[in-house]
């Protein structure tokens, strides 16, 4: 039955819940009257989806504000006053209350710390300068939540403060405290900044329009900034779409708005409303993947990445709130959601692990509750098996590296070639942190790598597929990871880089004096038609066939230039990372001189071509310097 009065429309069904009659009024304002209907989950019927209509006689600006009544009581609190709590049919007294104190606590206790520590060059927050909160809200269930939650939480112990764009407060306590300064060491409240982003993906047409909308009347009724993205504005076509072109679409989105926000004068953090039910999606998805033991726990509080810029720290408050928990937190205000009709797909392997695996697997063992603490168990002892290992594998890197000129840039093979449990968490490690986090070995991957070396001891070069555009590559004793934008020889010119240090040749170049570690003088007798101009340093790469004449050899024919390398004990891995000076586009391969290292870092000497070689006197001098980069 469709009701109209004044200047609006309200839609009112009559049904029958539980032998319980009840009144559902929607009352909708329309900022568009293209946008005639859409879908809401309701509250109190247990998610039954109803439909509403927009009035296209209103200018309101508001989008939409949803109430749900029974004959006795008309809610339309949408900053959610409590008046959930003392309903009968509600859950026990004060559940709204523990519901936002689990989130507060994990803000104040556990990730606004870290944010503050993560950019521990700025101030403390202010009111002038608070914390700057970005929330990821969507329109469902979750999203929705976390936003009611932090009006609540901020709502009412600053009042003069919640205008414009002025700091909100994050109590510490539930209590109620006289209002002290913030002093960066211990403060009563955190004024922070909330901003929301809401990003449509244009995949589920007047539905994403509707999401849209009833999210940023949400922003309206809050007070909180609004900022929306959609997918045909970055370029992207429903072709090109996919799970995880959009997940990185709106990570780099966040972080944008974040950085513009913040302009590294500000504390900021990412907020997502990630919960329990996910992170134990997390570990099952992770177990179908053949995750390593170490990497089989669920999901952190807090995640910061040293890629990139300040304040891109993402943040997860409610991962301790069951998803039951949440729909309760919201049908006991009487607080509407979206649907998004792809979560009930079983096109993604998450929607059928939360839908089809996770009710399997808690029937098996008798309840959600059950279930969980034993994914929590793994979780917990997946964490555990890291610390240990960890700290055993990067000692072992460590000293590897300590004793050979190789760097931690390459991973150093055990002896043998046996790998133990502590040289698979090393090598896990090494790549997660050599591709930046863009490779994490499955226990799969790791053990081909493993079995490659075992089985193979006399094959000390070979490259191996590890997946995701990385090749894992061995060289003499060590290996090598390479990401596909890496070229397969080592580049040449006027300079030659390798692990922070490279040599170049002086030809009117500033070069501040900290970077230098030394300069050297050649003299070289050049051939007619040659001048030093036409000189360059590079590395050998793969020019391993280039021919050069140490001077012990002199009036004996040319040598390899790798056969050289081995003759002076160069490991094979660095063979090809060894600076040479050559004439440029000269077709001749004739190496001018070679740098050969003693294996300490910066010390070595260069050995010049037996038919180059000059006197002070007689030949061409030639300036050389080894700087730091």
Same mark, same amino acid.
């Given at each position: 039955? *469709?009701?109209?009065?004044?200047?609006?429309?309200?839609?009112?069904?009559?049904?029958?819940?539980?032998?319980?009659?009840?009144?559902?009024?929607?009352?909708?304002?329309?900022?568009?009257?293209?946008?005639?209907?859409?879908?809401?989950?309701?509250?109190?019927? @247990?998610?039954?989806? +109803?439909?509403?209509?927009?009035?296209? /006689?209103?200018?309101?600006?508001? %989008?939409?504000?949803?109430?749900? =009544?029974?004959?006795?009581?008309?809610?339309?609190?949408?900053?959610?006053? &409590?008046?959930?709590?003392?309903?009968?049919?509600?859950?026990?007294?004060?559940?709204? /209350?523990?519901?936002?104190?689990?989130?507060? !606590?994990?803000?104040?206790?556990?990730?606004?710390? @870290?944010?503050?520590?993560?950019?521990?060059?700025?101030?403390?927050?202010?009111?002038?300068?608070?914390?700057?909160?970005?929330?990821?809200?969507?329109?469902?269930?979750?999203?929705?939540?976390?936003?009611?939650?932090?009006? /609540?939480?901020?709502?009412?112990?600053?009042?003069?403060?919640?205008?414009?764009?002025?700091?909100?407060?994050?109590?510490?306590?539930?209590?109620?405290?006289?209002?002290?300064?913030?002093? $960066?060491?211990?403060?009563?409240?955190?004024?922070?900044?909330?901003?929301?982003?809401?990003?449509?993906? /244009?995949?589920? $047409?007047? #539905?994403?329009?509707?999401?849209?909308?009833?999210?940023?009347?949400?922003?309206?009724?809050?007070?909180?900034?609004?900022?929306?993205?959609?997918?045909?504005?970055?370029?992207?076509?429903?072709?090109?779409?996919?799970?995880?072109?959009?997940?990185?679409?709106?990570?780099?989105?966040?972080?944008?708005?974040?950085?513009?926000?913040?302009?590294?004068?500000?504390?900021?953090?990412?907020?997502?409303?990630?919960?329990?039910?996910? =992170?134990?999606?997390?570990? *099952?998805?992770?177990?179908?993947?053949?995750?390593?033991?170490?990497?089989?726990?669920?999901?952190?509080?807090?995640?910061?990445?040293?890629?990139?810029?300040?304040?891109?720290?993402?943040?997860?408050?409610?991962?301790?709130?069951?998803?039951?928990?949440?729909?309760?937190?919201?049908?006991?205000?009487?607080?509407?959601?979206?649907?998004?009709?792809?979560?009930?797909?079983? @096109?993604?392997?998450?929607?059928?692990?939360?839908?089809?695996?996770?009710?399997?697997?808690? &029937?098996?063992?008798?309840?959600?509750?059950?279930?969980?603490?034993?994914?929590?168990?793994?979780?917990?002892?997946?964490?555990?098996?890291?610390?240990?290992?960890?700290?055993?594998?990067?000692?072992?890197?460590?000293?590897?590296?300590?004793?050979?000129?190789?760097?931690? @840039?390459?991973?150093?093979?055990?002896?043998?070639?046996?790998?133990?449990?502590?040289?698979?968490?090393?090598?896990?490690?090494?790549? #997660?942190?050599?591709?930046?986090? !863009?490779?994490?070995?499955?226990?799969?991957?790791?053990?081909?790598?493993?079995?490659?070396?075992?089985?193979?001891?006399?094959?000390?070069?070979?490259?191996?597929?590890? $997946?995701?555009?990385?090749?894992?590559?061995?060289?003499?004793?060590?290996?090598?990871?390479?990401?596909?934008?890496?070229?397969?020889?080592?580049?040449?010119?006027?300079?030659?880089?390798?692990?922070?240090?490279?040599?170049? *040749?002086?030809?009117?170049? &500033?070069?501040? #004096?900290?970077?230098?570690?030394?300069?050297?003088?050649?003299?070289?007798?050049?051939?007619?038609? %040659?001048?030093?101009?036409?000189?360059?340093?590079?590395?050998?790469?793969?020019?391993?066939?280039?021919?050069?004449?140490?001077?012990?050899?002199?009036?004996?024919?040319?040598?390899?230039?790798?056969?050289?390398?081995?003759?002076?004990?160069?490991?094979?891995?660095?063979?090809?990372?060894?600076?040479?000076?050559?004439?440029?586009?000269?077709?001749?391969?004739? +190496?001018?001189?070679?740098?050969?290292?003693?294996?300490?870092?910066? &010390?070595?000497?260069?050995?010049?071509?037996?038919?180059?070689?000059?006197?002070?006197?007689?030949?061409? #001098?030639?300036?050389?310097?080894?700087?730091?980069?």
């Amino acid at each position: 039955m *469709l009701v109209t009065s004044g200047t609006c429309s309200r839609l009112v069904y009559r049904c029958s819940i539980s032998n319980r009659r009840a009144r559902f009024a929607l009352a909708a304002y329309a900022p568009t009257p293209s946008l005639l209907r859409g879908t809401c989950a309701c509250p109190v019927v @247990k998610h039954q989806k +109803v439909e509403f209509y927009y009035s296209e /006689q209103s200018s309101h600006p508001r %989008y939409t504000r949803a109430v749900v =009544c029974s004959s006795r009581k008309l809610s339309n609190n949408i900053s959610g006053a &409590d008046n959930g709590d003392t309903d009968t049919n509600n859950p026990a007294p004060g559940a709204r /209350q523990i519901f936002l104190d689990t989130i507060r !606590q994990s803000l104040c206790q556990d990730i606004i710390p @870290k944010v503050l520590e993560y950019n521990s060059e700025l101030a403390a927050p202010t009111k002038d300068s608070p914390l700057v909160m970005v929330l990821a809200v969507s329109g469902g269930c979750d999203s929705v939540a976390l936003l009611h939650a932090m009006k /609540q939480l901020t709502d009412g112990n600053d009042n003069d403060m919640n205008t414009g764009n002025t700091a909100y407060l994050i109590p510490l306590s539930s209590r109620k405290r006289a209002k002290k300064g913030i002093d $960066g060491s211990s403060f009563e409240r955190i004024p922070c900044e909330i901003h929301v982003a809401h990003f449509d993906h /244009q995949q589920r $047409g007047q #539905e994403s329009d509707g999401d849209l909308f009833f999210v940023k009347n949400l922003c309206f009724e809050a007070g909180f900034t609004f900022h929306a993205y959609c997918w045909g504005d970055n370029g992207g076509s429903c072709d090109s779409f996919s799970q995880e072109t959009a997940r990185n679409w709106r990570r780099e989105k966040m972080i944008s708005l974040l950085e513009t926000l913040t302009n590294n004068q500000k504390h900021g953090v990412i907020v997502t409303a990630h919960h329990r039910d996910d =992170c134990d999606e997390t570990i *099952l998805l992770k177990l179908l993947r053949g995750a390593h033991i170490t990497s089989l726990s669920g999901m952190d509080s807090v995640n910061t990445n040293a890629r990139e810029s300040v304040g891109s720290v993402f943040a997860k408050p409610m991962l301790k709130i069951p998803k039951a928990e949440i729909e309760k937190f919201l049908t006991m205000q009487g607080l509407p959601w979206r649907e998004d009709s792809s979560n009930a797909s079983d @096109k993604y392997l998450r929607n059928r692990v939360r839908n089809q695996v996770l009710p399997l697997l808690s &029937d098996l063992v008798g309840g959600d509750e059950i279930l969980h603490k034993r994914l929590k168990s793994l979780d917990e002892q997946s964490r555990k098996v890291k610390e240990d290992l960890s700290t055993r594998a990067a000692d072992y890197v460590a000293e590897s590296a300590s004793n050979s000129r190789s760097g931690s @840039k390459l991973f150093p093979i055990p002896s043998e070639g046996v790998f133990g449990i502590v040289h698979e968490q090393a090598l896990h490690s090494w790549a #997660e942190s050599e591709s930046e986090g !863009q490779l994490i070995l499955s226990y799969e991957q790791l053990k081909r790598v493993c079995d490659q070396i075992s089985s193979y001891p006399s094959r000390k070069q070979w490259s191996l597929d590890v $997946g995701n555009k990385w090749i894992m590559r061995r060289n003499g004793d060590i290996l090598l990871l390479e990401g596909e934008e890496k070229s397969d020889a080592v580049g040449g010119g006027e300079s030659a880089e390798y692990h922070g240090i490279s040599w170049m *040749l002086l030809d009117g170049i &500033d070069v501040a #004096e900290p970077d230098i570690i030394r300069k050297q003088t050649m003299h070289l007798s050049l051939p007619a038609g %040659y001048n030093e101009k036409r000189l360059a340093v590079e590395y050998v790469g793969g020019n391993t066939g280039h021919r050069f004449v140490p001077p012990w050899r002199r009036g004996r024919g040319p040598m390899k230039i790798k056969d050289f390398l081995r003759s002076q004990k160069i490991p094979l891995h660095e063979r090809e990372f060894t600076p040479v000076i050559r004439f440029v586009d000269d077709r001749d391969d004739t +190496v001018v001189a070679v740098y050969v290292s003693d294996g300490q870092e910066g &010390d070595g000497k260069w050995i010049v071509h037996a038919n180059f070689e000059a006197t002070k006197d007689s030949g061409t #001098e030639i300036h050389l310097l080894q700087i730091a980069t």
